[in-house]
């Protein structure tokens, strides 16, 4: 039972460049999320999906796109890099509304 | 949106002492509130959750209480432990997100 799974670990981008990084949960949850964490500035929401085919906008979603094609895969793109978009992404996942996130282990993403 | 605002964002104790971390919301429909500890590199881990209908829940040296009609809630640590080092996180939900806290750090000196 893996949990959330998110690859890349690690990646150095270009600006301008685009990505995608890949969120897996085996857990069955139909809320998933990502998001960014900044030093000193918590963990703000980019995008969300409360169920195969949907999503919805957090609180910092330009410059990302998302993806639920499948329930247990959540995929985030980023259109074109910019330095400013370097942060480590935290992709999570939860049974319901009233239930505690379980996250993956995170992306550090450096745009130069 | 709701606004999560978490005090104080450092806090130094020493080993056996208690530790208190404070969280006020804005958003008075917010009835689900957890509270994640973060290890250096590390993801965030649930280490207790609280939900609007409880006013206190205790899970051996952790406890968390809230009070809807200030709208804060706060967490609690007895009797610190070295591994009790770590950023600690507070978050409130409302329908289908969660909004956090900035974090507090939390360093417990041996």
């Known amino acids: 039972n893996a949990g959330v799974t998110q690859t890349p670990k690690f990646r150095v981008l270009k600006t301008g460049q685009s990505m995608t990084l890949l969120c897996a949960q085996d857990?069955?949850?139909?809320?998933m999320y990502w998001y960014r964490q900044d030093p000193g500035m918590g963990l703000r929401l980019i995008h969300y999906?409360?169920?195969?085919?949907?999503?919805a906008k957090g609180e910092v979603p330009d410059g990302y796109n998302v993806s639920r094609l499948k329930k247990q895969n959540f995929l985030l793109g980023l259109e074109s890099a910019a330095p400013s978009q370097t942060s480590v992404y935290f992709c999570?996942?939860?049974?319901?509304?009233?239930?505690?996130?379980?996250f993956g282990s995170g992306t550090r993403l450096t745009v130069v | 949106g709701e606004n999560v605002e978490q005090h104080p964002s450092t806090l130094s104790v020493q080993e056996g002492d208690s530790a208190v971390i404070k969280c006020t919301y804005s958003?008075?429909?917010?009835?689900?509130f957890p509270w994640y500890k973060q290890e250096l590199g590390k993801r965030p881990q649930l280490i207790i959750d609280i939900r609007s209908n409880v006013g206190e829940k205790k899970d051996q040296r952790i406890a968390v209480t809230l009070n809807k009609t200030a709208k804060h809630f706060s967490l609690h640590i007895t009797e610190t432990q070295p591994e009790d080092s770590a950023v600690y996180f507070c978050a409130a939900s409302k329908g289908n997100d969660m909004r956090f806290g900035a974090g507090t750090r939390l360093t417990v000196k041996p």
């Open positions: 958003d008075s429909a917010s009835n689900y």
């Open positions: 999570a996942s939860r049974m319901d509304r009233v239930h505690g996130y379980t």
């Open positions: 999906s409360v169920g195969e085919g949907t999503t």
């Open positions: 857990m069955n949850h139909e809320y």
